[in-house]
């Protein structure tokens, strides 16, 4: 009888550990991403919605029924997910490493890794905050306003009012085709729910913040001066993200990781060649 | 033909003139010149693009301000070892090349893209892929020799710039894309997978040359590769249907 193999959870680790498994992965999932190329162009009707309704919901219905068009996405994730997994996994065994002084390098070297894991510690949080966000994130889109009526928000305790509008035309001649167009959109909002309101501005690129929502200007009208249409209404999105201060705080420690990196770094090399 | 377009084409007179005198070994002041020009050409034509969108973002004109940056690395650097001295102009007149008979600068910018960190985004991506081109043509120079990737002091240089660009890059998109649409990835944008695709790469060929994985004399291939990588992916991102020279000619 054939001896079988057992997988161990201690060769398992192994596997984790390996940081040809990390080559590995990043190449597939560069892979990937070319292979995403062809088959996003020209169907962001397809992609656009996971925006709004959620990872999950998103799988469920238009990651299924193209399977063809939204395979790499699963791949992706697939990839991704195990790419966390041995990053982690490197990461711990590497600063448990640093920790035994016996095996510990000297100081500017210790600094140099603890900098290098650093980035790999803000790289989990990224991908760690964008599951939080796909997945646990509420998104209430295509909230229309009218000035002067409050419009409840389903599923929040929102209600919103459209205060005012400031559409200033561009004049210039520089843009010609923006000539008599708004590019810059100014929106005053007054928000309210059972314990207080507050009035504020949204514009593109600057949402507005209320309880923990967040509300993003999608469209407006009228966008041209002398436009047939010239009802005022704007269109909003509303969001509540768990995952932001996650991927936020990824960035912040990578980029520190980053720079500290950048700066130590021809200062090692400098030294090593000195030495040799 | 626009006004973009002649500039471009002036740059392609520049920078093939650069070349073809260089591999001449014509006086280093007349090499000079040509190249000068062609930056001059390739630089104002990117900076007028951007004058006709600005505070928006031009829409698709990250590989010209890629040939851009490289048309001043290939200026500032001067003559390197052979390849080099061939391929990075060979590279740069491509790019013009591809531009102009590919062009996709017909779009109108967008409302959204009037951010400091869209323009961040862009300049960012912009340095990242000149800088893994310039990392993959040095790399091919060491493929050639026979020798190793120490003994290139600019190969390596190159690429950890490059991804510090690219991950800087990444992050001012994901920030604007927060602000704009309250995502931090806007997935249904081929561009950003292009993106997304090159980080993977070269952050594998860094832990490659980190960690010591694999070979020793597959870390050159795998940059060289990865410069073309990155090459392959700009023009498809960046161009649009072909417009044959006598087509963009007769168009003025």
């Known amino acids: ?276 | 033909m626009t006004n973009g377009h002649i500039l471009l084409l002036c740059s392609i007179a520049g920078f093939g003139s650069g070349l073809i005198l260089e591999q001449m070994n014509q006086k280093q002041s007349l090499v000079l010149a040509a190249k000068a020009a062609g930056f001059a050409a390739c630089s104002a034509g990117f900076l007028l693009r951007y004058y006709h969108a600005f505070p928006m973002l031009p829409m698709y004109i990250a590989l010209h301000g890629t040939t851009c940056i490289l048309g001043g690395i290939w200026l500032w650097k001067g003559p390197g070892n052979d390849t080099e001295r061939f391929l990075l102009p060979a590279v740069i007149l491509l790019l013009c090349t591809v531009q102009f008979l590919f062009p996709k600068d017909f779009y109108l910018p967008f409302r959204r893209s009037a951010t400091l960190w869209a323009h961040a985004f862009l300049l960012a991506s912009m340095a990242a892929r000149a800088m893994f081109i310039v990392s993959g043509i040095e790399a091919a120079g060491v493929i050639r020799a026979g020798n190793s990737l120490q003994d290139s002091r600019w190969a390596y240089t190159y690429a950890i710039y490059g991804f510090s660009w690219l991950t800087i890059s990444i992050f001012c998109g994901e920030i604007w894309s927060l602000t704009g649409w309250g995502t931090p990835v806007i997935w249904h944008d081929p561009g950003i997978t292009c993106l997304m695709a090159m980080w993977f790469y070269w952050v594998a060929v860094l832990h490659m040359h980190y960690t010591g994985t694999w070979a020793a004399r597959l870390q050159p291939i795998s940059m060289a590769a990865g410069g073309l990588l990155v090459i392959v992916l700009s023009c498809v991102s960046d161009t649009g249907p072909f417009r044959g020279f006598l087509q963009q000619v007769a168009g003025s």
């Not at chain 1, 892979?31 to 959620?54: H, K, W």
Request: hydrophobic residues 45%.
């Open chain 1, 1 to 276: 009888m054939k001896d079988r193999k057992i997988v161990s959870p201690a060769s398992l680790a192994g596997i984790f550990l390996s940081i040809r498994l990390a080559v590995v992965l990043l190449l597939l999932m560069a892979m990937t991403m070319c292979l995403a190329y062809g088959s996003v162009a020209g169907r962001d009707t397809m992609f656009e919605p996971m925006n709004q309704i959620g990872l999950w919901s998103w799988m469920e219905t238009y990651g299924t029924a193209h399977l063809q068009y939204t395979a790499w996405f699963f791949l992706f994730l697939f990839f991704a997910a195990l790419l966390a997994v041995n990053t982690l996994c490197c990461t711990v065994s590497r600063l448990l490493r640093l920790k035994d002084t016996r095996t510990r390098p000297r100081k500017q070297r210790t600094v140099f890794s603890l900098l290098i894991h650093m980035m790999h510690a803000g790289m989990v949080l990224v991908l760690a905050g964008y599951l939080a966000s796909y997945t646990l994130g509420q998104t209430e889109s295509g909230i229309v306003l009218i000035p002067g009526r409050t419009s409840a928000v389903p599923n929040t305790p929102l209600r919103l009012e459209l205060v005012s509008m400031k559409l200033p035309v561009y004049k210039g001649t520089r843009l010609e085709a923006f000539s008599g167009s708004v590019i810059t959109p100014r929106i005053r909002i007054r928000a309210e729910d059972k314990s207080g309101k507050r009035t504020f501005d949204i514009g593109f690129n600057s949402p507005g913040l209320f309880r923990g929502y967040a509300l993003f200007l999608q469209k407006f009208a009228p966008s041209r001066q002398g436009a047939i249409n010239s009802r005022r209404y704007v269109v909003i999105d509303i969001r509540k993200d768990p995952g932001m201060m996650i991927y936020i705080a990824g960035i912040i420690v990578f980029v520190t990781g980053l720079t500290g990196y950048l700066c130590l770094h021809p200062r090692l090399r400098a030294e090593r060649r000195h030495a040799c």
